[in-house]
């Protein structure tokens, strides 16, 4: 700006303009001139920079309440689950101590060694019976566990809060299964 007004002046001086209101307009114009691209720039820069953070601050937003959605969806969705395997569960019990209680009626006079047949059978559908709920059970769970640990835009602090939700419904599932058939589920792994 300095070398501007410096150059107006030299160049009113020329003209034998130097101690005139020309001469000073033309050294604060040359000034300005000189000035306004770098004014233009930092307005633009500050403008795009404004924009810029407005937009993170809605995007931010945006996505915070999305993931908010999805959890509570996520929530309903293993409540509904677990409410369902559960009246699964109960119906086949029903089933099955409707099926005894049938089989038992229409027992023929060698009554005793049918019981004791019929005992061993319904103990090992019960077994049959534990493990593949159990196994429907499991499998949920990990489904569920998959799609809480792999969403990308739900927060730590809830995801950990949603795996111990569904840690305890799975439990809480297992729990009432032990119940009904009278068993107690240890996992062991294979060869132990």
């Given at each position: ?124 559908q019960d077994k ?28 730590a602090a809830k ?26 589920l240890t996992w ?5």
């Amino acid at each position: 700006m300095a070398r501007a007004r410096t150059g107006a002046m030299q160049t009113s001086e020329k003209r034998g303009l130097l101690n005139s209101s020309i001469a000073a307009t033309a050294g604060e114009a040359a000034a300005i001139d000189k000035a306004l691209p770098i004014a233009q720039q930092d307005a633009a820069t500050a403008a795009a920079s404004n924009l810029s953070g407005q937009n993170f601050r809605q995007q931010s937003t945006v996505a915070a309440e999305g993931a908010q959605q999805r959890g509570k969806l996520l929530t309903q969705d293993i409540a509904g689950q677990s409410q369902l395997q559960a009246e699964k569960a109960t119906q086949r019990s029903d089933l099955l101590t409707q099926d005894i209680a049938g089989k038992t009626a229409l027992q023929t006079p060698d009554l005793q060694s049918k019981e004791r047949i019929a005992a061993l059978n319904v103990a090992s559908q019960d077994k049959a019976q534990v493990a593949r709920v159990a196994a429907v059970f499991e499998n949920n769970y990990a489904a569920v566990f998959r799609g809480i640990a792999t969403a990308p835009d739900i927060p730590a602090a809830k995801r950990s809060q949603y795996l111990t939700h569904i840690a305890a419904i799975r439990d809480s599932s297992l729990q009432l299964l032990e119940q009904m058939f009278g068993v107690n589920l240890t996992w062991q792994s294979p060869g132990i």
